[in-house]
């Protein structure tokens, strides 16, 4: 069992940045791939981006490429998410994610933490 727990979001101004957080505790983190996913009002969840376990590549979205980094620190449990050049469409509540063999399919991950409110004014 993993236990996820996001933090770091907020409302920010169009092109701001903001770095969010997820906090693992429970089985070994660092064996999971690690997955950022965001859900907008009446849209669906979809991808953000991702971190592999294994080699530590990473996957985005062609939405966010180019402005959102992801990275992971196996000694403190934790992923971020930077998030640069926000622009409204960005809007959405963020949910981090863990799965053994998940990159961008949410159906893949194990784990889901509750998720934190970004919000970004025009």
């Known amino acids: 069992q993993v236990h996820l727990v996001e933090s770091g979001g907020g409302l920010v101004q169009a092109g701001g940045s903001l770095r969010l957080s997820c906090a693992a505790s429970?089985?070994?983190?660092?064996?999971?791939?690690m997955g950022w996913f965001r859900q907008a009002p009446g849209k669906e969840r979809e991808f953000v981006a991702a971190?592999?376990?294994?080699?530590?590549?990473?996957y985005y979205a062609d939405s966010v490429k180019g402005r959102f980094t992801i990275s992971r620190d196996n000694a403190k449990d934790t992923v971020y998410l930077q998030m640069n050049s926000l622009k409204p469409e960005d809007t959405a509540v963020y949910y981090c994610a863990a799965g053994f063999t998940a990159v961008s399919n949410s159906a893949a991950y194990d784990y889901w933490g509750q998720g934190t409110q970004v919000t970004v004014s025009s």
């Open positions: 429970g089985r070994t983190f660092s064996s999971y791939t």
């Open positions: 971190v592999s376990w294994s080699d530590g590549r990473t």
